[in-house]
């Protein structure tokens, strides 16, 4: 009944010792961030929220993302968009933004207008608006988004 005890012979380790021992307890723990394990309030909980608010906020000043916006000057003339009746838009360009010398072309010169507001778009037609002497006060330009 009872076995005399070997103090000089070690005992076989078992899958227990492995778990109580540091190098298993690291790994565990590893294991539980991963599979996301811990309960919610629980200091490893906690800290896995900390991590993941740290790397939302602090990345972007170190790793550039390249997510900025394409910069557009917008024109420094007055541009009016009046919606339009089919869901559109028009946009009405001071006539003084527009140089009708022989040769320039209007229409490209109204697009490069309109472009930093709406981005890119196409003119489906322009006219002119003049006054009652016959000069040109404005331009009325319907456009669709590309």
Do not use: C
Request: glycine share 6%.
């Amino acid at each position: 009944m009872n076995s005399p005890i070997h103090w000089q012979q070690p005992e076989a380790s078992t899958a227990l010792d492995i778990a109580v021992s540091p190098m298993g307890a690291i790994w565990r723990t590893i294991r539980g961030y991963i599979l996301w394990s811990y309960e919610r309030g629980s200091l490893h909980y906690d800290i896995m929220v900390t991590l993941i608010l740290l790397f939302i906020f602090v990345t972007p000043h170190y790793v550039n993302f390249k997510d900025k916006p394409v910069e557009r000057n917008p024109h420094l003339t007055g541009v009016a968009v009046i919606p339009d009746a089919q869901g559109g838009f028009i946009y009405q360009i001071q006539a003084s933004a527009v140089n009708t010398a022989a040769g320039q072309d209007v229409r490209r010169q109204l697009e490069q207008i309109i472009e930093p507001i709406s981005g890119a778009v196409s003119i489906t037609r322009y006219e002119t608006v003049k006054d009652p002497a016959g000069r040109p006060m404005s331009y009325k330009v319907w456009v669709e988004k590309e």
